[in-house]
């Protein structure tokens, strides 16, 4: 097989079946800290109909054996930020980075408030696998400055430019989530164009999809990871188009959205034909 730096634009579609399948036959573990009620149910349900297996273990007393013994990724997000749960955010990142698991980091609402910025940043500090934003977020973790009237669903030159700074700083994969995705490791640039408009309506879409980048990185790993969450980016996004053939609006594609997550395993064809991604 060639190598991933290798492939042509006809071959992406390919290597993303290719990696949906292992994710399918390893069956990763994600350790999942996230909101207690806005995203649980979605990524939980996003994560296991891609065939890996969700554990939304968030409780300090456990959280360091289930990290070192279970876990095979570490997915964590920061949309609830009391002290009890960023206290079990950091114990857990902190334990991935000891034992070189991989762990991603959804950066919730970074830049709203300087508290929110700063907690984001220490985490940052215990050197995330992939970070996964949207332009807001990954600008206000960069140190740019994004205007405060926009959704961030669009990511712009000045984006791409606070992505690329902030993978370098971080020695991290960043993802930046929009009308095309963007995946960067601070040179190389992937851009992904799979997915609907109405998937930026569904309450916890995002965190859905940084449980996938995890299954998908945690059976890919550095110096794949790259490629990886760009290929769960076109998955999850290759999903929301075959959802959205039967949505009739937001809450119904989240449910037909997890559906096709689960029928693109016997769906080869679809996957090689309709996945999107090239180099930028």
């Known amino acids: 097989m060639a190598s991933f730096r290798d492939l042509s634009r006809a071959s992406w579609g390919s290597e993303a079946w290719k990696a949906l399948m292992r994710v399918r036959d390893a069956a990763p573990v994600v350790q999942c800290i996230t909101d207690f009620s806005a995203s649980m149910e979605l990524m939980a349900s996003a994560v296991m109909a891609t065939g890996a297996s969700p554990a939304m273990v968030h409780a300090v007393e456990e959280i360091r054996e289930f990290t070192a013994s279970r876990a095979n990724a570490v997915c964590i997000n920061v949309g609830t930020l009391s002290p009890e749960w960023l206290f079990s955010m950091k114990v857990a990142a902190a334990q991935a980075e000891e034992l070189q698991k991989i762990w991603v980091l959804d950066p919730v609402g970074a830049g709203a408030t300087k508290f929110r910025t700063a907690k984001c940043l220490e985490l940052i500090n215990l050197r995330p696998t992939v970070i996964r934003g949207n332009q807001m977020e990954i600008m206000a973790l960069a140190g740019a400055s994004a205007s405060p009237n926009k959704d961030g669903s669009n990511p712009t030159s000045d984006g791409l430019e606070a992505a690329k700074e902030l993978a370098r700083i971080s020695q991290s994969i960043v993802c930046v989530s929009g009308a095309m995705d963007l995946v960067t490791d601070g040179k190389r640039v992937l851009g992904v164009s799979n997915g609907v408009p109405m998937m930026h309506k569904i309450t916890a879409s995002?965190?859905?999809?940084t449980g996938l980048?995890?299954?998908?990185?945690?059976?890919?790993?550095?110096p794949r990871a790259l490629e990886a969450a760009a290929f769960a980016l076109a998955i999850f996004g290759l999903a929301g188009e075959l959802g959205m053939e039967k949505?009739?609006?937001p809450a119904s594609l989240a449910m037909h959205l997890v559906d096709a997550l689960h029928q693109l395993a016997s769906e080869e064809s679809l996957v090689t034909s309709r996945i999107k991604i090239g180099q930028i």
Do not use: L
């Open 206 to 209: 995002g965190s859905a999809m």
């Open 213 to 222: 980048i995890a299954a998908f990185v945690s059976v890919h790993p550095p």
């Open 247 to 249: 949505a009739s609006g």
